[in-house]
């Protein structure tokens, strides 16, 4: 069961756990850190709507504990990665300091090599990259969209979207976020920068740190999942396929930050 192989990492890291199943919710204590990991299986969906898990995360979240969802097809498709997330939670990493590091422009393969390798959820493609380079080694990298005018704020204001940033697994950045942003801003001069922060996996609090405002918690949204490949399908994006063997799945939705940097 993926759980065991779960728990087999943990143990491999020298991670203490234990479970504290409540309500029917499979949930593991990682005894070093205020964290706890809900393992989600695929048959979840059948008895639990995404409402029930936000309860959950901000129950613990008011006690001061922080929750992850972590569902099974995501386990088998980004194992890695989810131990990676995990270990920088729990402040494992080791550090690269982001003043020693210089500001490069990246390609969009070279940003989908090191997304798919380091990201949670893989790469987009994104009209600005740039990356964080140290002794010749690419240590992070963040991904901007092009501007989005907002007539209904000003004629000339311009939003832009930090889509994706990540650094390598492993290791933390310090200050290579607020570095990257601080170079796209001043290259680009946009009137605000938005970003996402993936409400299963994250409270938001590197955007907050930053100086970014919470303005919104998106709605959740229900997906496919092929139960071979584990490949997840938004509703509107199914293969031409038999599709007829998929999984029903949600997430809890995302939590919209935004950066304002012209006084807004």
């Known amino acids: 069961m993926w759980h065991e192989n779960f728990f087999d990492e943990l143990e491999k890291r020298s991670i203490p756990f234990k479970k504290i199943g409540s309500r029917g919710f499979d949930l593991i204590q990682l005894d070093t850190y205020p964290l706890v990991v809900h393992l989600?299986?695929?048959?979840?969906?059948?008895?639990?709507?995404?409402e029930d898990f936000i309860r959950l995360q901000e129950a613990h979240q008011e006690e001061g504990i922080y929750l992850v969802h972590?569902?099974?097809?995501?386990?088998?498709t980004r194992a890695a990665q989810v131990m990676a997330r995990i270990s920088s939670i729990l402040g494992l990493n080791k550090k690269i300091h982001g003043r020693q590091?210089?500001?490069?422009?990246?390609?969009?393969?070279?940003?989908?090599?090191?997304l798919d390798?380091?990201?949670?959820?893989?790469?987009?493609?994104?009209?600005?990259?740039?990356?964080l380079m140290k002794s010749g080694q690419l240590v992070a990298v963040a991904l901007f969209s092009g501007g989005r005018p907002m007539p209904r704020i000003s004629a000339s204001y311009l939003s832009y979207e930090l889509v994706r940033f990540a650094s390598i697994s492993g290791y933390t950045v310090s200050g290579g976020f607020t570095k990257l942003l601080r170079h796209f801003s001043l290259s680009y001069h946009p009137d605000d920068i938005m970003s996402y922060a993936d409400r299963d996996w994250s409270l938001g609090n590197a955007y907050a740190?930053?100086?970014?405002?919470?303005?919104?918690?998106?709605a959740a949204i229900p997906m496919w999942v092929d139960p071979v490949s584990f490949t997840r399908y938004f509703v509107h994006r199914l293969p031409n396929t038999d599709a007829s063997e998929f999984k029903p799945v949600f997430n809890t939705g995302n939590l919209k930050y935004k950066l304002y940097l012209n006084g807004c």
């Not at 989600?40 to 995404?50: G, H, N, P």
């Not at 972590?70 to 088998?76: A, F, H, K, M, S």
């Not at 930053?210 to 998106?218: H, R």
């Open 40 to 50: 989600v299986d695929l048959k979840s969906s059948l008895f639990y709507v995404a």
């Open 70 to 76: 972590l569902w099974e097809d995501v386990w088998y």
């Open 101 to 114: 590091c210089t500001i490069v422009t990246i390609s969009q393969q070279e940003a989908n090599v090191f």
């Open 117 to 131: 390798q380091h990201h949670l959820q893989f790469s987009v493609k994104a009209k600005y990259r740039f990356g």
């Open 209 to 218: 740190r930053s100086g970014f405002n919470l303005v919104e918690a998106t």
